[in-house]
T-cell receptor, first 115, second 115 residues
Framework: EPEVTQTPSHQVTQMGQEVILRCVPISNHLYFYWYRQILGQKVEFLVS????????KSEIFDDQFSVERPDGSNFTLKIRSTKLEDSAMYFC?????????????FGPGTRLTVT | DQQVKQNSPSLSVQEGRISILNCDYTNSMFDYFLWYKKYPAEGPTFLISISSIKDKNEDGRFTVFLNKSAKHLSLHIVPSQPGDSAVYFC??????????????FGQGTELSVKP
């Protein structure tokens, strides 16, 4: 069964450093998303991406964050200068088409630890 | 952000019996609801969804009920199996406003099905 994959599974970085989290969405999916879950809190929407541009972003997704689809398969989330409060589980998701837009399929997540 | 609430952090059920997981929402603009299941160290897995034009949707052992007047939905699992033990998240979206696919999640309910 096709699945969303994410690398790395765990990333440790120092405050102020840049990190790039990588995702490979399901191959025939057209919509891509990033969510995060801070330990003990809800899963929160960060950004959605369609047709090589951001469709929607939350207030969390400030200038420190960016997303890119550098080739036909990868979808990346970059945090330019990490803060302690960026420590969280980051989930990538994808969905197939407009009719199934909201049935998003999630990857296993990348645990980001900022020290 | 308390737009989607799952008031029971945990639920324990005997194998073979019914599990009922509840979710309340406050935003009357929500028109699409989903349930996700999450195992430790994995991403959320899509289970079942329901549009606001329906009051029930069934898929095998899983049925979701929507009561729009009460702003309440529930997930019924019958019969419950030990493999159903996981954290269950309710999620909602206001499609007319959130053209980018943003899902708003509840806090989750941890279901334990005992043999």
């Amino acid at each position: 069964e096709p699945e969303v994959t994410q690398t790395p599974s765990h990333q440790v970085t120092q405050m102020g450093q840049e990190v790039i989290l990588r995702c490979v969405p399901i191959s025939n999916h057209l919509y891509f998303y990033w969510y995060r879950q801070i330990l003990g809190q809800k899963v929160e929407f960060l950004v959605s991406f369609y047709n090589n541009e951001i469709s929607e972003k939350s207030e969390i997704f400030d200038d420190q964050f960016s997303v890119e689809r550098p080739d036909g398969s990868n979808f990346t989330l970059k945090i330019r200068s990490t803060k302690l409060e960026d420590s969280a589980m980051y989930f990538c998701a994808s969905s197939e088409d407009r009719d199934l837009f909201y049935e998003q399929y999630f990857g296993p997540g990348t645990r980001l630890t900022v020290t | 952000d308390q737009q989607v609430k799952q008031n029971s952090p945990s639920l324990s059920v005997q194998e073979g019996r019914i599990s009922i997981l509840n979710c309340d929402y406050t935003n009357s603009m929500f028109d699409y609801f989903l349930w996700y299941k999450k195992y430790p160290a994995e991403g959320p897995t899509f289970l079942i969804s329901i549009s606001s034009i329906k009051d029930k949707n069934e898929d095998g052992r899983f049925t979701v009920f929507l009561n729009k007047s009460a702003k309440h939905l529930s997930l019924h699992i019958v019969p419950s199996q030990p493999g159903d033990s996981a954290v269950y998240f309710c999620a909602a979206s206001a499609r007319i406003y959130n053209q980018g696919g943003k899902l708003i999640f509840g806090q989750g309910t941890e279901l334990s099905v005992k043999p």
